[in-house]
């Protein structure tokens, strides 16, 4: 079985500091972790992926996460936050053979203030 | 490229009444995805169509149905609806699905939201 636990439902920065979003996982086997993106009223759009490769992975917009496995944790980090961030992010697992198959953590909306 | 297309994008359905849902994947991709968005649930699987085929399944009652067409368009069905499946249905394609040549991420429409009177 496989999950995740989104550890913040809202958080909210000031433009222009740090974001940190944080997700745990629990996985029988090697994960692939992944965070997604909503804007309002929009489909979701892939910021980044670990399959087991780097353990520290850069996405787009300038996010990026770590997957530390003795923790089991893949937090989401943006060194200064934009007005554009403001979105609700999820952090998901999935199998690495079934890759349509996505499980969602809760999510965690962020509200970023000028 | 064309993204990810969901018709229609919202649609309004009384207690008891069938709907269908459609999405077209982005061209070339053979895999095709459904997700349920609510606000008490989140966000969870309903079911994946690789070649016409389904071959996942998430735990929604048998009254959620779907197919995949030889051209990849896919269509979701719920019958007999209940005030609790208002909600906003997500379709997601993938070249694959799965294998070496998938770099695992998906493709999102930007849904189809359904409100059950």
């Known amino acids: 079985a496989q999950s995740v636990t989104q550890l913040d439902s809202h958080v909210s920065v000031s433009e222009g500091t740090p974001v940190l979003l944080r997700c745990n996982y629990s996985?029988?086997?090697?994960?692939?972790l992944f965070w997604y993106v909503q804007h309002p009223n929009k489909g979701l759009q892939l910021l980044l992926k670990y399959t087991s490769a780097a353990t520290l992975v850069k996405g787009i917009n300038g996010f990026e996460a770590e997957f530390k496995k003795s923790e089991t944790s893949f937090h989401l980090t943006k060194p200064s936050a934009h007005m554009s961030d403001a979105a609700e992010y999820f952090c998901v697992v999935t199998k690495g053979d079934s890759w349509g198959k996505l499980q969602f953590g809760a999510g965690t909306q962020v509200v970023v203030t000028p | 490229k064309a993204g990810v297309t969901q018709t229609p994008r919202y649609l309004i359905k009384t207690r008891g009444q069938q709907v269908t849902l459609s999405c077209s994947p982005i061209s070339g991709h053979r895999s095709v995805s459904w997700y349920q968005q609510t606000p008490g649930q989140g966000l969870q699987f309903l079911f994946e169509?690789?070649?016409?085929?389904?071959?996942n399944k998430g735990n929604f009652p048998g009254r959620f149905s779907g197919r995949q067409f030889s051209n990849s368009r896919s269509e979701m069905n719920v019958s007999t609806l209940e005030l609790g499946d208002s909600a906003l249905y997500l379709c997601a394609s993938s070249p694959t699905g799965s294998g070496l040549w998938n770099t695992g991420e998906l493709f999102f429409g930007e849904g189809s939201r359904l409100t059950v009177l």
């Open positions: 169509y690789f070649s016409e085929t389904q071959r």
């Open positions: 996985s029988s086997y090697s994960p692939s």
